[in-house]
Nanobody, 127 residues
Framework: DVQLVESGGVSVQAGGSLTLSCAVS????????MGWFRQVPGKEREGVAA????????FYADSVQGRFTISEASARNTIYLQMNSLRPEDTAMYYC?????????????????????WGQGTQVTVS
């Protein structure tokens, strides 16, 4: 079974930094799209960053471009989201997700509908 487990969500002050981790297990192909999404109550889930694992291409939503960095540690089966210059509007539940149908430039489509596997989420609060 595919399992994604997020960690690292905490409360931070505006302007601060935070790194989220996603431990991945059960994927049979190392070439996938791995994404980070966020959601606040009453709003749709927003794709913020994605990486083509095994290739390293990264993609970002405009709202986080230049502030967030997605990366992978393939040996540890872990995906990271480094978040800098945090703003109150970054407050959300953050989810890690896997899209096993595509890789490479297709990962630029950070759409919820493209992702089949999801973690349980980790809360980030910026005040």
């Amino acid at each position: 079974d595919v399992q994604l487990v997020e960690s690292g969500g905490v409360s931070v002050q505006a302007g601060g930094s935070l790194t989220l981790s996603c431990a991945v297990s059960g994927l049979t192909d190392r070439h996938n799209c791995m994404g980070w999404f966020r959601q606040v109550p009453g709003k749709e889930r927003e794709g913020v960053a994605a990486i083509s694992t095994g290739g390293g291409s990264t993609f970002y939503a405009d709202s986080v471009q230049g502030r967030f960095t997605i990366s992978e540690a393939s040996a540890r089966n872990t995906i990271y989201l480094q978040m800098n210059s945090l703003r109150p509007e970054d407050t959300a539940m953050y989810y890690c997700a896997a899209n096993t149908r595509y890789s490479g430039s297709w990962c630029s489509r950070i759409w919820e509908s493209e992702y089949s596997y999801w973690g349980q989420g980790t809360q980030v609060t910026v005040s």
